[in-house]
């Protein structure tokens, strides 16, 4: 059973040996024989035991052991060996002088991981290991100066990936600022590059936003041979306009289908947000539920049926080129797309609406955030509207291009 503080402050030693009480997740109360209780957290990580400290009690209470371990576990599942971690910051901290590149860059990276997404958390420790340490991570970070991590840059730059350098630049710029705010450094040579790599050549998402081939791809989806749990992903993917990683990522414990709300965190921002679910959406969530409702995720993948790990990244997107659209005509994302471009110019909704509802930052006149119920009332009429305009969509695109009703 969990510890409650009761426990924890009456827990007395036994005898002349250490004693353990346990919490969950690995976490417990360590007693020694002095009567000392000392926060302990067991895991493991590249097929090792390993076991981190986490404070004293009563200085750590058990809601701020909980929050230790928790963040512990958020650097496990991104690939971080906290103990480890915690090893490189005091070290960095105790030795001002080794402050290479790569030492505060991972430094950086530690603090910055818990609070990513783990894929993008991955691609930038590999950017930065393949395209970045190998020529500037020995070097003291005070040191570098423009012309040195131009050079590194270049190198990426010769090979084709001029995206990846500017990535790359952004992570540098990224990390200088956090040696100067940390003491490191005096300044960010970062900023002396502006203009210096060749522009990226723009490229959005592909996205079907003619209602005739919108309506082709719908009627697609519908008849779908593959399974029933990505049909019904690819069935909700236009009604809710999400990222594909948040569809995919979707857990029933946030969806209230009684209310017809999908609430959850958004991945890019961190801001809570509400997703009105239309009529349409909640049908398909009800079908999917008998099938994948005792399981962590609403969408899970073929090879946990348990439901204790998410669709992979590609399975939507292997299910449209099946259905045979390519890469450049349409994408998950593009549904996002389809929304915006259909709800402001065919059905007339508001565009602060619909930004509201496309989890994009809106403010009001006066520069305040807008929280997550604005509005919230007229986004569920405009939700249920834009379900009722897919299903006439896929039954008459000609007419419905053209004689869709203007929102009030």
Known sequence: MPLTDAVIRNAKPRGDKNSRLSDEKGLYLLIVPSGGKWWRLDYRFDGKRKTLSMGTYPEVSLKDARERRDQARRQIAQGVDPGESRKAMKAAQADRSANSF?????????????????SHGDRIIRRLERDIFPWLGGRPIAEI????????????????????????????????RYAVATGRADRDPSGDLKGALPPVKGGNFAAMTEPSRAAELLRAIDAYQGTFTVQCALKLAPLVFVRPGELRKAEWAHIDLNAAEWRYTVTKTGTPHIVPLATQAVDILRALYALTGRGRYVFPSARTP?????????????????????KDEMTVHGFRALARTVLDEVLGFRPDYIEHQLAHA???????????????????????????????????????????????
């Open 306 to 326: 348990n439901g204790s790990r998410p669709m992979s990244d590609v399975a939507l997107l292997a299910a449209l080129r099946r259905m045979g659209f390519g």
């Open 145 to 176: 100066n423009a012309t040195e991590l131009l050079a590194a840059l270049r190198r990426i730059e010769a090979r084709g990936a001029v995206e990846t350098a500017h990535r790359a630049l952004q992570n540098c710029g990224q990390i200088f």
């Open 362 to 408: 809106v403010r009001d006149p006066n520069g305040r955030a807008y929280n997550r119920t604005a509005h919230l009332p007229e986004r569920r009429k405009m939700m249920q509207a834009w379900a009722d305009y897919l299903d006439g969509l896929k039954k008459d695109a000609g007419r419905l291009a053209v004689l869709a009703p203007r929102a009030a």
């Open 102 to 118: 790569e030492v505060v860059a991972r430094e950086w990276y530690a603090k910055q991981a818990p609070s990513w997404a783990g």
